[in-house]
């Protein structure tokens, strides 16, 4: 069963940027097909960004397209999320998720991190 913990979240101004990471352990990083999740105050957990086991296919929501860039490096079980161009609306608390195959369900989760961007 793989563990996750998500780094990297904090405090910055509209147009900054930050970098997330996502690391894993207890499991073979390489197995799962991975994706960061955001839960703003008041709102339900939307899907970010997802990503294949092999790191060659990402898919993105359309609010940050353009914007943030996912990757993945197996060999260090961790998984990036590159954030450009933040909006106050990018706030939320952040997780990772790992999966086993895009037909699974997300069933691993980090514990969050806070990304906070003022106007």
């Known amino acids: 069963q793989v563990q996750l913990v998500e780094s990297g979240g904090g405090w910055v101004q509209a147009g900054g940027s930050l970098r997330l990471s996502c690391a894993a352990s207890g499991g073979t990083f390489s197995n799962y097909d991975m994706g960061w999740f955001r839960e703003a105050p008041g709102k339900e957990r939307e899907f970010v960004a997802s990503i294949f086991w092999s790191g060659r296919l990402t898919t993105y929501a359309d609010s940050v397209k353009g914007r943030f860039t996912l990757s993945r490096d197996n060999a260090k079980n961790t998984m990036y999320l590159q954030m450009n161009s933040l909006k106050p609306e990018d706030t939320a608390v952040y997780y990772c998720?790992?999966?086993?195959?895009?037909?699974?369900?997300?069933?691993?989760w980090g514990q969050g991190t806070q990304v906070t961007v003022s106007s």
């Open positions: 998720g790992a999966r086993k195959d895009t037909a699974a369900r997300y069933d691993y």
